[in-house]
């Protein structure tokens, strides 16, 4: 069992910056790849990025360039630092750990982004 706890969402303007954080607790040794998806009303949750246990990273287009994902193995936490952020960046945030059979997500957190 993994337990993931988020923090770090909140209100912000556009063009303004937000850093989740994401400290997983548990059985943590069996986790290959951790990650963040968003999901807005009526949609369909999506990935936003994700990191491997070797560091490889994985981004949609929408936020290339923008975003950036990171983790600190030694305390157990991985990190979404959002910049320049925009309306459409809107959504309930949550951080997933993938074991090989199985995906544990946290209970998310709220980004609002105003223009």
């Known amino acids: ?6 923090s770090g969402g909140g209100l912000v303007q556009a063009g303004g910056s937000l850093r989740l954080s994401c400290a997983a607790s548990g059985s943590i040794f069996r986790i290959n790849r951790m990650g963040w998806y968003r999901q ?6 999506e990935l936003v990025a994700d990191i491997t246990n070797s560091g490889s990273t994985n981004y949609a287009d929408s936020v290339k360039g923008r975003f950036t994902i990171s983790r600190d193995n030694a305390k157990n936490t991985v990190y979404l630092q959002m910049n320049s952020l925009k309306p ?5 945030y949550y951080c997933t750990a993938d074991q090989p059979s199985f995906r544990y997500w946290g209970q ?3 980004v609002t982004v105003s223009s």
């Open 1 to 6: 069992q993994v337990h993931l706890v988020e």
């Open 40 to 45: 807005t009303p009526g949609k369909q949750r």
């Open 88 to 92: 459409e960046d809107t959504a309930v």
């Open 108 to 110: 998310g957190t709220q």
